[in-house]
T-cell receptor, first 114, second 116 residues
Framework: DVKVTQSSRYLVKRTGEKVFLECVQDMDHENMFWYRQDPGLGLRLIYFSYDVKMKEKGDIPEGYSVSREKKERFSLILESASTSQTSMYLC?????????????FGDGTRLSIL | AQSVTQPDIHITVSEGASLELRCNYSYGATPYLFWYVQSPGQGLQLLLKYFSGDTLVQGIKGFEAEFKRSQSSFNLRKPSVHWSDAAEYFCAVGARGSSNTGKLIFGQGTTLQVKP
């Protein structure tokens, strides 16, 4: 089974802090994604990466950046956290073998910015 | 633009009753379709997927879904709901040109409540 591990289940930070959310997968998947989930809005794509050091903006990249130095690890960075970024963050991975395959999700990080 | 609509934000059914969750998509070609379930405080778990072939697909936990091209729908069904099915359900479609990226477009989600 694919294992996608997000470093924290719950995180509380202060406005203006730089925040790092980590995601690690053990299946050698090429593609990794960061979403935020808010009530009534479903999942919205922040960034995704299709290879080491490769990234592409999703639908809501403002205020976020990402880093992928190794294939198994994909980090989401809040450069200067704001209260509007309080949300549930989900990481997902999928193999990039050329056909649509299901994404595999971590358990999520519930982030509160005070 | 591609989109996925789940018309029902919240549904309540009695335990043992049948269930149908609606999903409509907007896509120009044959879509790749998925249903995921999210239990409270958890990530998303795949219930089933449709790529091609038989339009009635079976999934885990006794769920099934039917792809209807004429109605642009992919509704999720279960004949008898259990209390443990209470969760949030998401429908998703593979984004156009996504065969190599795996990008998905998600609906807004439907929260299922099960009455004893």
């Amino acid at each position: 089974d694919v294992k996608v591990t997000q470093s924290s289940r719950y995180l509380v930070k202060r406005t203006g802090e730089k925040v790092f959310l980590e995601c690690v997968q053990d299946m050698d998947h090429e593609n990794m994604f960061w979403y935020r989930q808010d009530p009534g809005l479903g999942l919205r794509l922040i960034y995704f990466s299709y290879d080491v050091k490769m990234k592409e903006k999703g639908d809501i990249p403002e205020g976020y950046s990402v880093s992928r130095e190794k294939k198994e690890r994909f980090s989401l960075i809040l450069e200067s956290a704001s209260t509007s970024q309080t949300s549930m963050y989900l990481c997902a991975t999928v193999t990039g073998t050329g056909k649509n395959q299901p994404q595999h999700f971590g358990d999520g990080t519930r982030l509160s910015i005070l | 633009a591609q989109s996925v609509t789940q018309p029902d934000i919240h549904i309540t059914v009695s335990e043992g009753a049948s269930l149908e969750l609606r999903c409509n998509y907007s896509y120009g070609a044959t879509p790749y379709l998925f249903w995921y379930v999210q239990s409270p405080g958890q990530g998303l778990q795949l219930l089933l997927k449709y790529f091609s072939g038989d339009t009635l697909v079976q999934g885990i936990k006794g769920f099934e879904a039917e792809f209807k091209r004429s109605q642009s729908s992919f509704n999720l069904r279960k004949p008898s709901v259990h209390w443990s099915d209470a969760a949030e359900y998401f429908c998703a479609v593979g984004a156009r040109g996504s065969s190599n990226t795996g990008k998905l477009i998600f609906g807004q989600g439907t929260t299922l409540q099960v009455k004893p």
